[in-house]
């Protein structure tokens, strides 16, 4: 099983700052990892598919890079609505996993 | 893309229950559809994905000989058959449609309870 490890666990910034999230794979992956976004209630959204493909509707501020064992996403400017929960999400092997999450609170 | 769970509830251990989604707004027969759960206050867990005809599934290590998915693509319907269930298969469970595998349009959820 591929395990997702995320970092930081909680991150705390402030409206208009650069927010920088991180996903590293046990073993790679190749492309095939995505990124999600989880507010309060609701259920997740997909934000980047195939780590750097922007899923329909997504705002451009919203970013993913890496391949391999080691990928980032990355909001330019933090709007209000960003802080949420956010996991990457594997599709390389069986069993599909997630990550453990990370946490983007306001400063 | 519309995706609503139903069949969750209270259920005692070692009890069945038997998840529906009813999907609305694609071609259903053309993606295959996943379960995902969320156990209370923690992260998403991918629990079975099956295939557009329904020919091939795949299971969680934590569900595999306890669960069953399977599909109706005249109903556009997608079903989670949950035997054996345990404490720690209480959870949200999600509906999903995929794209290669990344699930990419999400139900509102189902909750399952497994207690006595």
């Known amino acids: 099983e591929i395990v997702l490890t995320q970092s930081p666990a909680t991150l705390s910034l402030s409206p208009g700052e650069r927010a920088t999230l991180s996903c590293r794979a046990s073993q790679s992956v190749r492309s095939y990892l995505a990124w999600y976004q989880q507010k309060p209630g609701q259920a997740p959204r997909l934000l980047i598919y195939?780590?750097?493909n922007r899923a329909t509707g997504i705002p451009a501020r919203f970013s993913g890079s890496g391949s391999g064992t080691d990928f980032t996403l990355t909001i330019s400017s933090l709007e209000p609505e960003d802080f949420a929960v956010y996991y990457c999400q594997q599709r390389s092997s069986w069993p599909i996993t997630f990550g453990q999450g990370t946490r983007l609170q306001i400063k | 893309v519309q995706l609503l769970e139903s069949g969750g509830g209270l259920v005692q251990p070692g009890g069945s229950l038997r998840l529906s989604c009813a999907a609305s707004g694609f071609i259903f027969s053309d993606h295959a559809m996943a379960w995902v759960r969320q156990a209370p206050g923690n992260g998403l867990e991918w629990v079975s994905t099956v295939s557009s005809t329904g020919d091939n599934t795949f299971y969680s290590d934590s569900v595999k000989g306890r669960f069953t998915i399977s599909r109706d693509n005249s109903k556009s319907a997608l079903y989670l058959q949950m035997n054996s269930l345990r404490a720690e298969d209480t959870a949200l469970y999600y509906c999903a449609k995929t794209a290669s595998n990344h699930p990419d349009y999400w139900g509102q959820g189902t909750l399952v309870t497994v207690s006595s």
């Open positions: 195939d780590a750097s």
